[in-house]
């Protein structure tokens, strides 16, 4: 793709890697008021810290948080051999001599006994401990001329919270969503937004018990503490403590996303938690609101780990090739949450993992509408939103579903899985939709016979899975969209070295969380709501890596591409030539790489088909100057790699609207809206069409 730069293109810089030292990132100091900026916040600060004069308690753990048993480390068990051992692993400290730090160790230590359940006989059934209320006075420092704090947890304690920060593992290690941190460590992102479940930072037991906590301790708290903050937490170590350093985190993501009025709250506790927040931490100010225990994390079944269990000790054993996991299930049952907790888990003992994608609503790693094939490297510690990149290989669709062209879709993944590597030896992790029914069923079948599948997990609620379990011996009988009984491999045509598996093992996982099987009614849980924020932080590469305020798109230098240099073609439905440009005006358009090269008789060269080709990034068409032949694009893909576009497609995947309705400093009219439109008219709202239909061939099936 040939492309005029008069100009310096401003906002272009690379996406941040999270590897880079702490030095480079860009941490503006955070005012300890900014979390609580909002009038809502502001009044339930007021009132708890009233209560908390009036009373102060600290609240119980009442249910039993659930954790991940890997078989590599030993199962978590109280660190401290003291006599009056709780449940959930803390203990009422007994001191061998009465110093002077012996009333510090009774109040903490009452303090802790306080958020414990009730004695257990059995010294293995351990109950973590939420971090919360006067606890968090115990065991947390802050640094306000550095802007950061320090906690030391024990084993099995958990900090559950809302907000975003860096986390860094000082001493001993903790658990995130299933990714183990240990210190020595980069510093790791965590994400927690009101639109998914919240994070939890789960201490876990020392891996060496002989160490000399103390002084090693002691320096480390000497680089981040003052003196008497230092003492306080030196007391509180003990041979399975954990130190970590939290600090607040100003990205370019997240400075875009705050600069939309209906997100500025996105990082901030949903309405339905305001009265579970501890308000009054030292981590106040930091970006992040701890939780009370009132609020759930992430709530695993026993089914859940099992399988998760069972697919790590297949991945880690002697199995014959790589292990192959295609995850499915209906919608709104976990399969985003359960494929993010497994890679993060994967990554504890593998540098990568591979993750195939086939959801067009609802994509982890690229914007809605992508079929992509991505190489994981990093953990995922946030909803997918938070983590977008570009992938190694990638086909645009176009669309949230895949009803109007089943074959198109097939046959794009297909494509995908042709280009990679055969000898690689990388687990595969495949996400599907939730579209089990009718067609959508018959879709999984035809998946499940053209990868070589090791694991298929197959979560579901209620006790029933929604649709008939994908076992081996279902799927000798089933009929797919392309395949039918006897069943014969679509392998052969793109793997013809590799022999099928003659079976592989199926997992059901019962999930258990509350609200499972219905959509997030709250703000920015909405299905839409959530592809809006993937595009968002796509567009967010856009901004400058440098602290300062947001650049709105139109006030961003263009590229000017002729339409002599690439193709345009709208795949979503069929339009008239001479509408194309209106079409394509202010839309979102995937940057394609034809392997035809484009030729043109002097004008533009529009597409009458959708092609079936690579794409490697996205664009905002700003304008199309029909005069000079050219097209206005926008685009944080490298000027390296737009060489290689020649073709631009558009879809259904539109620009969210607060990209056009929140456009400062304009005068006059504002451009691409209009409020002349009423969708009273016949037909000028969008068409409903039911994915349910079945064959009548498959009627009773």
């Known amino acids: 793709m040939k492309v005029n730069k008069p100009t310096q293109v401003k906002g272009h810089a690379k996406s941040q890697k999270w590897k880079d030292v702490r030095g480079k990132r860009c941490r503006p100091p955070v005012s300890s008021s900014e979390i609580n900026s909002s009038p809502v916040m502001a009044k339930v600060i007021k009132e708890h810290q009233a209560s908390v004069r009036k009373k102060p308690s600290v609240k119980r753990l009442k249910k039993k948080a659930k954790s991940i048993s890997d078989s590599k480390k ?6 401290f051999k003291k006599p009056h051992t709780q449940a959930n692993g803390s203990s009422v400290f007994t001191m061998d001599n009465e110093s002077n730090d012996s009333q510090d160790w009774k109040e903490y230590s009452q303090s802790i006994h306080g958020n414990s359940m009730e004695t257990s006989g059995e010294s293995e059934d351990v109950r973590p401990v939420r971090l919360e209320g006067q606890s968090l006075h115990y065991c947390a420092e802050r640094d306000d001329r550095q802007n950061h704090a320090v906690l030391v947890m024990q084993t099995d304690q958990t900090l559950c919270f809302r907000g975003k920060c860096f986390l860094t593992c000082l001493y001993g290690r903790v658990e995130v969503m299933g990714f183990t941190i240990e210190e020595g460590q980069e510093s790791y992102p965590l994400f927690s937004p009101a639109s998914h479940c919240p994070l939890t930072v789960r201490a876990l037991e020392s891996s060496d018990l002989t160490r000399d906590y103390r002084k090693e301790a002691a320096p480390i708290l000497q680089k981040y503490l003052r003196s008497a903050s230092q003492k306080k937490l030196l007391k509180r170590m003990t041979s399975n403590s954990s130190i970590i350093l939290l600090e607040p985190m100003e990205t370019p993501l997240t400075r875009f996303l705050a600069s939309f009025t209906d997100l500025s709250e996105l990082f901030s506790p949903p309405v339905s938690e305001l ?12 970006g992040m609101i701890p939780l009370t225990h009132t609020v759930e994390g992430l709530n695993m079944s026993k089914s859940y780990r099992d399988a998760l269990n069972t697919v790590i000790s297949a991945c880690r054993g002697d199995m014959d090739g790589c292990a192959v996991v295609l995850v499915c299930g209906a919608k709104n049952v976990g399969k985003s949450t359960f494929i993010r907790t497994l890679i993060n888990t994967l990554l504890n003992h593998t540098t990568s993992v591979d993750y195939l994608e086939s959801d067009l609503g609802q994509t982890e790693l690229t914007p809605a509408g992508c079929l992509s094939l991505s190489t994981v490297r990093e953990p995922l510690l946030g909803p997918p939103f938070t983590h ?3 992938p190694e290989h990638m086909i645009y669709y176009g669309q949230t579903t895949c009803e109007s062209d089943l074959d198109r879709y097939l046959e794009s993944l297909k494509s995908l899985w042709r280009r990679r590597s055969q000898s690689r030896e990388t687990p595969v992790i495949i996400n599907t939709m939730g579209w089990v029914k009718g067609f959508g069923f018959q879709l999984l079948v035809d998946m ?3 990868f070589p599948v090791s694991h298929v997990v197959q979560l579901a609620h209620g006790g029933t899975t929604q649709c008939p379990a994908l076992t081996p011996e279902f799927l000798r009988t089933a009929h797919g969209f392309h395949t039918h009984p006897p069943a014969q491999t679509a392998l052969d045509e793109f793997t013809e070295s590799h022999v099928p598996p003659q079976s592989y093992v199926h997992l059901i996982v019962q999930s258990e969380f509350q609200g499972v099987a219905s959509q997030g009614t709250a703000r920015h849980q909405r299905s839409n709501e959530l592809r809006e924020l993937s595009l968002l932080a796509y567009l967010s590469q856009l901004q400058s890596a440098d602290p300062g305020p947001v650049k709105p798109l139109h006030s961003l230098t263009p590229y000017q591409v002729p339409h002599t240099a690439v193709a345009l073609g709208v795949i979503h439905c069929e339009v008239m030539p001479s509408h194309m440009f209106y079409a394509a005006n202010a839309s979102l358009v995937g940057l394609c790489c034809l392997g035809d090269k484009v030729t043109s008789r002097g004008g533009p060269v529009l597409l009458s088909q959708a092609p079936l080709c690579p794409c490697v990034g996205f664009g905002v068409l700003r304008g199309v100057d029909m005069a000079r032949g050219l ?15 020649n073709c631009l497609l ?11 309705t929140t456009q400062p400093g304009l005068e006059g009219e504002m451009p691409y809206v209009t409020t002349d439109y009423s969708f009273d008219l016949t037909g000028a709202g969008k068409l409903r069409v039911f994915k349910g239909l079945t064959r009548p061939s498959q009627i009773g099936m």
């Open 275 to 286: 009265m579970f927040a501890v308000l009054d931490t030292p981590l106040n100010g930091l």
């Open 650 to 660: 558009v879809g259904a995947i539109s620009l969210p609207s607060c990209i056009l």
């Open 74 to 79: 030993n199962p978590p068990q109280s660190g």
């Open 388 to 390: 977008q990149c570009t």
């Open 448 to 450: 499940i016979r053209f």
């Open 631 to 645: 097209y206005f694009l926008l685009t944080p893909v490298d000027p390296s790699v737009l060489r290689k576009v």
